[in-house]
């Protein structure tokens, strides 16, 4: 029997607690813990499965293409890469200053950031993407850094 430490306190406190609470709470807390666990097990297999997708796009330490149809790698796959590898804490510590100088040799003088392989005028004046819709990415992915 398990029950929570609420339910001890309750007891212990002289707190009414009825019988049906009790046997609830019997009867549901295996099953929520094997919900958690069921839920932990989707976490790191779906985390595997993006990982691996994030790696099968991998062109050089700081360099990812967009998509498998891809051959040029831009600083925007690469921004998306170094985000997901931060977001699941994968950014090794020797690999952060590669990603600084990578952000940094993208950054121009204007603050914005290029990259000659999507260079177009859309990206210069582009409203839902391009160089204003790139840096808050690119800030994003300094902070996992």
């Not at 212990?12 to 929520?32: A, C, H, M, Q, W």
């Not at 839920?39 to 997708?53: G, P």
């Not at 590898?85 to 990603?99: A, H, I, R, S, T």
């Amino acid at each position: 029997m398990d029950i929570s430490k609420e339910g001890i306190r309750c007891l212990i406190s002289g707190t009414k607690i009825s019988i049906k609470n009790v046997f609830d709470e019997i009867r549901i807390r295996p099953y929520l813990n094997t919900n958690l666990e069921m839920s932990r097990k989707k976490f790191d297999l779906i985390k595997d499965e993006v990982l691996s997708y994030v790696n099968d796009l991998r062109v050089s330490d700081t360099e990812y293409i967009f998509s498998k149809s891809v051959t040029t790698p831009t600083i925007y796959a690469s921004t998306y890469a170094c985000l997901i590898l931060g977001m699941y804490g994968q950014v090794k510590d020797e690999d952060k200053e590669k990603w600084k100088h990578y952000f940094d040799f993208h950054q121009n003088n204007d603050g914005f950031f290029y990259d000659v392989n999507i260079e177009s005028k859309i990206f210069h004046d582009g409203e839902g993407w391009g160089e204003r819709h790139l840096v808050p990415h690119v800030l994003i992915a300094y902070e996992r850094l």
